[in-house]
């Protein structure tokens, strides 16, 4: 049997039952958007991050925009993000008017090279900067130590994306909870997935919560009352209560995605293919297990004939991609890092449901093929 990468249907069958009942809830309910359910998940969700509040939205792509506005960043703001990082990162920026401007990554933990981010801050090259959103790629948290004294001390709002990295811990608090707002993505692919689109923006700000309330539903503070210009962005009660069902195998799921690195980390070994590093500051949730391999495509090709399914985050990155390319500023120095993670990233089989034996299997044929 074929190895997939990814397989969402399973984490929905090891729940099959308690989410038909959700379901099954929220149909006889009658009640389908902005009900129970929704804030419900809303509070579940914020006190899981240990965060005062917590606003569901549409999707991902949205809690940044959203996010990004409740910030007060708008048309020719600059924005400073990284280049390896889903599309969907840079898109929400120049979404809201503004523009992107983009750095390069630390070359082991993949995530914004602060040294890059504090010389464009001395010197921005596209304006000063309004904004910077980290993004917690593959799992492991930005270096926020690092990052959070930096966006202080330019008067930079940070907004954390937080879209692979739901419950990542930065010196022992759960990322989410070190700038202005948070953005999760509930993508059926990430570590907490809906069957469908869904997204979150947590925040400890309470403005900031309520401009969020606002803007996702036609800067309403009072039924057809638009007190700012919003837009229609929420999270419905299906999502919302299957979300809550997912939400308590959460922390489980994570130790077990730690437990599967543990076993790809130990077959790694001697085999001249890069293991993914771990700040030892951080905790991470191996949203997915990414090696670095000199030889990627090689190995990719060999792996898929052994019907071990591996994928690429990403094969190309923003500022490389038509719709970007030679448009978007870049940080000083180019981004060199990030152009080599793209020619090296190679994504293993990672989900929760990976049986013992089936990670026994890519172990082996990682150490026969690398
Ligand atoms: C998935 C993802 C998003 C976008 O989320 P959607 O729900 O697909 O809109 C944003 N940023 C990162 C880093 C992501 O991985």
């Given at each position: 049997?074929?190895?997939?990468?990814?397989?969402?249907?399973?984490?929905?069958?090891?729940?099959?039952?308690?989410?038909?009942?959700?379901?099954?809830?929220?149909?006889?309910?009658?009640?389908?958007?902005?009900?129970?359910?929704?804030?419900?998940?809303?509070?579940?969700f914020?006190?899981?991050?240990?965060?005062?509040?917590a606003v569901g939205v549409?999707?991902?792509?949205?809690a940044?925009?959203?996010?990004?506005?409740?910030?007060?960043?708008?048309?020719?703001?600059?924005?400073?993000?990284?280049?390896?990082?889903?599309?969907?990162?840079?898109?929400?920026?120049?979404?809201?008017?503004?523009?992107?401007?983009?750095?390069?990554?630390?070359?082991?933990?993949?995530?914004?090279?602060?040294?890059?981010?504090?010389?464009?801050?001395?010197?921005?090259?596209?304006?000063?900067?309004?904004?910077?959103?980290?993004?917690?790629?593959?799992?492991?948290?930005?270096?926020?130590?690092?990052?959070?004294?930096?966006?202080?001390?330019?008067?930079?709002?940070?907004?954390?994306?937080?879209?692979?990295?739901?419950?990542?811990?930065?010196?022992?608090?759960?990322?989410?909870?070190?700038?202005?707002?948070?953005?999760f993505?509930f993508?059926?692919?990430?570590?907490?997935?809906?069957?469908?689109?869904?997204g979150m923006v947590a925040?400890?700000?309470?403005?900031?919560?309520?401009?969020?309330?606002?803007?996702?539903?036609?800067?309403?503070?009072?039924?057809?009352?638009?007190?700012?210009?919003?837009?229609?962005?929420?999270?419905?009660?299906?999502?919302?209560?299957?979300?809550?069902?997912?939400?308590?195998?959460?922390?489980?799921?994570?130790?077990?995605?730690?437990?599967?690195?543990?076993?790809?980390?130990?077959?790694?070994?001697?085999?001249?293919?890069?293991?993914?590093?771990?700040?030892?500051?951080?905790?991470?949730?191996?949203?997915?297990?990414?090696?670095?391999?000199?030889?990627?495509?090689?190995?990719?090709?060999?792996?898929?004939?052994?019907?071990?399914?591996?994928?690429?985050?990403?094969?190309?990155?923003?500022?490389?991609?038509?719709?970007?390319?030679?448009?978007?500023?870049?940080?000083?120095?180019?981004?060199?890092?990030?152009?080599?993670?793209?020619?090296?990233?190679?994504?293993?089989?990672?989900?929760?449901?990976?049986?013992?034996?089936?990670?026994?299997?890519?172990?082996?044929?990682?150490?026969?093929?690398?």
């Amino acid at each position: 049997m074929p190895i997939p990468q990814n397989d969402p249907k399973a984490a929905y069958l090891a729940q099959r039952e308690a989410i038909e009942a959700a379901v099954a809830r929220v149909l006889e309910s009658g009640w389908y958007i902005l009900g129970e359910e929704v804030a419900g998940f809303e509070r579940e969700f914020a006190a899981w991050l240990g965060l005062a509040d917590a606003v569901g939205v549409a999707n991902g792509t949205d809690a940044l925009v959203l996010a990004l506005r409740a910030c007060g960043v708008g048309t020719g703001d600059t924005v400073a993000t990284v280049s390896h990082t889903a599309v969907a990162t840079v898109a929400a920026i120049e979404i809201v008017g503004a523009r992107p401007l983009l750095l390069d990554i630390d070359a082991r933990s993949c995530t914004m090279d602060a040294g890059a981010l504090e010389a464009a801050l001395a010197s921005p090259p596209a304006g000063p900067v309004r904004a910077i959103v980290p993004v917690h790629l593959y799992g492991h948290p930005a270096d926020l130590s690092a990052i959070v004294p930096l966006a202080e001390r330019h008067g930079a709002a940070l907004i954390e994306d937080c879209a692979q990295a739901h419950g990542a811990t930065w010196e022992g608090r759960r990322v989410g909870g070190f700038g202005d707002a948070a953005c999760f993505s509930f993508y059926p692919t990430k570590n907490l997935g809906a069957l469908g689109d869904g997204g979150m923006v947590a925040t400890r700000r309470p403005e900031i919560a309520e401009r969020l309330r606002m803007l996702r539903e036609y800067g309403w503070r009072a039924r057809y009352v638009s007190d700012i210009a919003g837009m229609n962005s929420r999270l419905d009660e299906l999502q919302a209560a299957i979300l809550r069902v997912k939400l308590t195998r959460l922390d489980a799921d994570n130790a077990r995605r730690r437990a599967i690195a543990a076993a790809y980390d130990a077959a790694l070994a001697g085999t001249g293919l890069l293991a993914p590093t771990r700040d030892p500051r951080a905790e991470h949730v191996f949203h997915q297990y990414v090696v670095r391999a000199e030889a990627r495509d090689a190995l990719r090709d060999r792996l898929k004939e052994a019907g071990i399914g591996t994928n690429i985050h990403y094969p190309v990155p923003v500022h490389l991609q038509p719709a970007y390319a030679g448009r978007v500023a870049l940080g000083p120095g180019g981004l060199p890092e990030t152009e080599r993670a793209a020619r090296e990233v190679l994504s293993l089989p990672m989900y929760p449901q990976l049986a013992d034996a089936q990670v026994a299997e890519v172990a082996a044929a990682i150490r026969r093929l690398a």
